[in-house]
């Protein structure tokens, strides 16, 4: 089974096209600048990179890359009946979904009335969607970033506002970066030979966007992001978590609407409003290393942030069998796990500096010293692969139930 992985956004469109019988990546490649000035398109296969014309829309985009990959010059596919399925990365589930599901006519009005809870994602999300189904005839998955944090329980979830009106408008915590963290617990699994059920995890999914997420007994019960991404975390160019009334005292100084607000705590401040200069974490750090004290300041803020959560999330479990880096930053950077973990020692969780530095990266890490409580591991992420087994396993059970019908 080969599976086509979209996920859309406002004007790009990153696609992946996995091979399930092994599940290997047979290409990768992105959409750029969709419907901007000099959009294009690449193509990774083998280790090469190709270029090719840009898209002037989600629909334009979807139908060049299923031209990209069929044609003869690019050898990937001979037609697009070697495609079985797509699965499509969907920001918000809401409160109506709780894990993947078959895109169909009702799911796509429930999309829609979503929108409003992610404004930024939703709208290119369906464009996907919606293009993939104007040029394709396979079956289609919606793989939600806030499915795998449904579990979590209403005193986690909820916002202390007024009762009535965080009920009559769904406000309340969702998460996100959901697909990482499931993908994260059911590898921890198979690394420390647990069952997932009595799996007691704290994953920190650390890059541009940043999420911690406390997982008890294989679930989620308490993550850092919220009714956006926008809560949580210090991040690339996300504020994180700041008083609310920041948003009006904005307003008011810098003659801003709330959108705009909104949007200025999202695209200008974290790491990048911090250090004046970037969201990259290793520039971050060169800067630092070379006395840039604004660039110091951001590095130490991400790591104080990142540290009280963690921190935070200890109570929450009867016992802890991980703490767990992964993403961009948490993958790849030994300096930033370093900084987080140190202060940890009193409580009996303890970073080896040596394990920490010296290791191969894309591979599972133990980096916990012999003498902690906790174990420390890095751990690489794959959400795409994650998408892929979830839309391989509902187009399965689909395939199953038609074989069914016939054979009555």
Known sequence: MKILLINAGSSSLKYQLLD??????????????????????????????????????????????????TSPENSVIKSLDEIDAVGHRV????????????????????????VPLGPLHMPA???????????????????????FHATMPEKAYMYPIKYEDAKKFKIRKY?????????????????????????????????????????????SVETTMGLTPLQGLMMGTRS?????????????????????????????????????????????????NEGDERCQLAVEMLA?????????????????????????IGENRADTREMVMTGFEHLGIVIDKKKNTNFKRGEVNLISSSKSN??????PTDEELLMARDTKKIVSALSSKK??????
């Open 20 to 69: 399930m019988k092994t599940e290997k990546l047979i290409v990768k490649g992105n959409c750029e600048k969709i419907g901007l000035k000099d959009p294009i398109i690449t193509l990774k296969c083998n280790g090469k990179e190709t270029k090719f014309d840009g898209a002037k829309n989600h629909e334009d985009a979807i139908q060049k890359v299923l031209n990209i990959l």
């Open 91 to 114: 920001l918000h589930g809401g409160e109506i979904y709780t894990d993947s599901v078959l895109i169909t006519p009702k799911v796509m009005k429930e999309l829609e009335k979503l």
């Open 125 to 147: 999300n369906i464009a996907g969607i919606k293009a993939c189904q104007a040029v394709m005839d396979v079956p289609q998955v919606a793989v939600f970033d806030t499915a």
């Open 175 to 219: 998460g996100f970066h959901g697909s990482s963290h499931k993908f994260i617990t059911q590898e921890m699994a198979k690394i420390l030979g647990k069952s997932i059920s009595k799996l007691n995890l704290i994953i920190a999914h650390l890059g541009n966007g940043s999420s911690i997420t406390c997982v008890e007994n294989g679930k």
């Open 240 to 288: 994180g978590d700041v008083d609310p009334t920041v948003v009006q005292y904005l307003c008011e100084k810098k003659n801003l609407t709330v959108d705009k607000a909104i949007s200025y705590l999202n695209k200008q401040c974290g790491l990048l409003g911090i250090s004046g200069y970037t969201s990259d974490q290793r520039e971050l750090i060169a800067k630092a």
């Open 304 to 328: 104080h942030s990142i540290k009280k959560n963690i921190a935070s999330y200890l109570p929450l479990l009867p016992r802890i069998d991980a703490i767990v880096f992964t993403g961009g």
């Open 374 to 379: 906790v174990q420390i591991y890095v751990v």
């Open 403 to 408: 074989s069914l019908k016939k054979s009555k």
